[in-house]
């Protein structure tokens, strides 16, 4: 997790109200710059720029968290409690960068496992003091909490879990405080944008389904020989061209038809 200095609270409470007005459109935006930069950074450790084009308030400043999900569960997830770039468009894919590279909690991201994340951005409010004693008026679908111990921050964003309870251990482990050490709590309240499942790949049939000729044993030799030595003899005997005898039949080898000895030459009395 990256910590900045604190900006002005009156200008980050300000932008952070203007992304909770936010539009699906603008939604939709910042989840895609989040995605560009995460994949473009975990494939080729590239950073990439802001766009143009993009909605007004991605001008502005703002706290932001990008975490990725898989199978439910987190598998990364770094940001800040006070913008540290010029624009929310440069803190998104700062955020996005770490997460996709620096969270060292975790196993690096493969290439491979793009296709299966979720990604989550999530825009922060500026933290406020929190009594021990205020911890029961959180809401943890709306609410986060800091823990602070010393120098190191534990951020325990809305959403990750639906108690209290397990919020502030969870807390208190990521920020390296044990049960009796003394830490100072802050909350803090985030705008979500969650991406929509990924359809699931469907197996093509002919890789779910064997095909006739790999589930039915091949003829042995002797018998596919004798089947083209058959049909090599009904084409002779049927074709115009054919060379006759005196008698007018067709003229065929005696080996032509000695394995099929019930069967009798087309015109044969």
């Not at 900006?7 to 980050?12: E, I, R, T, V």
């Not at 935006?29 to 494939?43: E, G, N, Q, T, V």
């Not at 766009?51 to 940001?79: D, E, H, K, T, Y």
């Not at 080996?255 to 099929?260: E, H, I």
Request: glycine share 6%; with cysteine; proline share 12%.
């Amino acid at each position: 997790m990256l910590i900045a200095s604190p900006a002005p609270a009156h200008a980050q409470t300000s932008a952070f109200d203007i992304w909770r007005q936010a539009d699906t459109a603008t939604r939709q935006a910042a989840l895609a710059l989040a995605r560009r930069a995460f994949d473009a950074y975990a494939l080729r450790r590239e950073v990439v720029a802001p766009p143009a084009g993009l909605p007004p308030c991605f001008a502005g400043r703002a706290a932001v968290f990008v975490s990725a999900m898989q199978n439910g569960a987190p598998r990364c997830c770094m940001g800040t409690l006070y913008p540290t770039q010029p624009t929310t468009a440069d803190e998104i894919i700062a955020s996005a960068v770490a997460a996709a590279g620096r969270d060292h909690r975790f196993a690096p991201i493969k290439p491979a496992e793009l296709g299966r994340l979720r990604l989550i951005v999530s825009l922060l409010s500026p933290p406020r003091p929190l009594g021990a004693d205020q911890l029961s008026t959180l809401n943890p679908a709306r609410d986060g909490l800091v823990v602070q111990n010393g120098d190191r921050s534990g951020v325990v964003l809305s959403g990750e879990t639906a108690r209290v309870s397990t919020m502030l251990a969870w807390g208190r482990t990521r920020a390296g405080a044990s049960v009796s050490t003394p830490v100072q709590l802050f909350r803090i309240q985030s705008v979500r944008f969650v991406e929509p499942p990924r359809p699931r790949a469907v197996p093509r049939m002919e890789s779910a389904v064997p095909r006739m000729e790999s589930a039915v044993p091949p003829l042995s030799s002797p018998v596919a020989a004798a089947l083209r030595r058959r049909n090599s003899f009904f084409r002779r005997c049927n074709a115009p061209e054919t060379p006759k005898n005196s008698k007018g039949n067709a003229s065929v080898s005696p080996a032509d038809c000695s394995f099929l000895p019930a069967i009798k030459p087309p015109n044969t009395p």
